[in-house]
């Protein structure tokens, strides 16, 4: 038992950069639901997605953005990072707010999207690696 729990400890976990987007509009946030057959399938997320090689966050977001969503985005600025370590893996959410965007918004990867005011948030089922920017979307909704 003792050797087990300390091999667990010992074992190495992969982190994943990733990039969420606060797109936001008459005052309500954009939220999609991952869609089954994925990691955190049901729950809610901001969009976005892994950080590639040679991309910076920036990049990532009005990649995944466009891809995802069909959007064409301006990066705005840096909102916060978080950190949640699932077990198998650790994300690190690199989130940052949309300055604008444009187009005919049509869902690629999710269920489900809404636009929600901070109320609506609350009863959503959020990956837990979101929940301490939902804490935080009050300083800007
Ligand atoms: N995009 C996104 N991913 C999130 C959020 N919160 C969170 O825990 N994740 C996790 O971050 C990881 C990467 O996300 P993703 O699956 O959307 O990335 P991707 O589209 O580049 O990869 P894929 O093609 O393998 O699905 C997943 O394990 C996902 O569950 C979030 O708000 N947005």
């Avoid at 300390?6 to 954009?30: M, Q, W, Y």
């Avoid at 990691?39 to 892994?50: D, I, Q, R, V």
């Avoid at 705005?76 to 989130?95: A, I, N, P, R």
């Amino acid at each position: 038992m003792e050797a087990f729990a300390l091999g667990s400890n010992l074992k190495e976990r992969p982190v994943i950069h990733v990039t969420a987007a606060l797109l936001i509009h008459n005052g309500k946030v954009f939220a999609a639901k991952r869609s089954s057959g994925r990691h955190l399938a049901g729950y809610w997320e901001f969009p976005g997605g892994k950080i590639e090689a040679n991309e910076t966050a920036s990049e990532c977001l009005e990649r995944e953005l466009a891809e995802e969503l069909n959007l064409s985005t301006e990066i705005g600025s840096f909102f916060m990072k978080t950190t949640h370590d699932y077990g198998d893996k650790k994300v690190v959410l690199h989130v940052y707010q949309i300055a604008s965007f444009m187009g005919e918004l049509q869902l690629v990867d999710h269920d489900e999207y809404r636009w929600l005011s901070l109320t609506d948030c609350t009863p959503l089922k959020w990956a837990p690696a979101d929940i301490p920017i939902v804490n935080r979307l009050a300083t800007i909704l």
